[in-house]
């Protein structure tokens, strides 16, 4: 996990007229490992995403996916040999019919698997003569995620694998992306699916109107994120609780409830000097975490 | 084994598995030789990133708890000192269940003790300081 990030930006902003979509974003995303992309919907992920891969081009700032820069037409063409890219509305070729769909995309890529291949057409039961246009949804999606999982990239970009896929499909989905970081594909994903995130990701990163929050482990998000609530005998001192890692105070009446994204301790310390009548200490889960971040931005 | 994990709670999700191995070769239910699935099979059956399983099995292989042979596997390795901190453990939780009975007594709901529970193992560092 010590690896050069696959995945460095500095700076990288991106304008549609008057309105920013991403701005001066710095990211850095690890190797080796299963990275989460969390946002609202129009945070600025899909053009972010975009962005890495070339196919949308910055207004300003820079970065490097696998070390090559993502605005030379050259070293652009190289990475998208070593990433497999999941695009958010599966832009399929709607008179192709799945077996076609699956040959044409086969002849493109030397890392391709057939045996992968043919094995998911039989676990998604795609129905192989039938045309793109008349796929549902989730099959679309289905017959997308054969394509990248076929190959074998060293990075692999879904943008919204989830949409569309029932319980079942989704289930089926994680094991596959865990299957494949196994293989030592880094993956990089993002998602709404919150509870599914929690279960794979080892690494979150949440972005809203196009900054980046939050870039951290969830390990180390599940460890310091908590929930204190206090009762005191009189009237809350909220005042004496900005303590760094502090992130919100609710103070009503003889109650109080804070928000901490750090250094729990010090506060629960703090809550016994003012002989607080009640200290109560709770995690936090990813949803109250990403919402909290969010709503405070 | 079966292992069962909770996203939800804040202990990470390595600490869980390793937990799990740990009490299960406390108990018994795992003995001195039992093999565990590899990283990639627990990862896949888990539904969770491999590097969870790495890094609990790592840090158990460093505890003393698994022996990790290259290709074939992880292996548990149960020593007298896992036996006496069994015993230890045991004991423990006998003195725990009189304590939440008492405090269901007192009238306190299991999540007023839980939550109790997490505020005064927070409190103070200096008296728990042993790990």
Known sequence: MTDAPVILTHGLTKSFGDAQAVRGLNLSVGANRITAFLGQNGAGKSTTIKMLLGMVRPSCGEGTVLGKRITDAEENREMRRKVAYVAEDKPLYSYMTVEQTVRFASSFYPDWREAVAGRLLNEYKLPSQRKVKKLSKGMRTKLALLLAFARRPELLILDEPSEGLDPVGIEHLLQMLVAQAADGVTIFFSSHQIAEVERVADHICILDSGRLLLNASLDQLRQSYRRIDLVFASAAPDNEFRIAGVEKIQAKGHQMVLFAKSNAEAVVERARDLNAVSVEVAPVGLREIFLETVKEN | ?131
């Open chain 2, 1 to 131: 084994m079966f292992f069962k994990l909770n996203p939800t709670t804040s202990q990470p999700l390595y600490l869980q598995l390793m937990q799990q191995v740990r009490h299960a070769a406390e108990t018994g239910a795992l003995q001195d030789g039992d093999q565990l699935p590899g990283i990639r099979t627990l990862a896949e059956e888990l539904v969770v990133s491999p590097n969870t399983v790495a890094k609990a099995y790592s840090e158990l292989e460093h505890d003393g708890l698994l022996e990790l042979r290259q290709g074939s596997g992880a292996f548990v390795c149960v020593r007298r000192r896992t036996r006496s901190l069994a015993d230890h453990v045991h004991v423990a939780r006998r003195k725990l269940r009189d304590l939440i009975e008492q405090l269901r007594d007192d009238g306190l709901s299991n999540e007023e003790i839980q939550r109790a529970f997490e505020a005064e193992l927070l409190y103070p560092a200096e008296i728990v300081g042993r790990r």
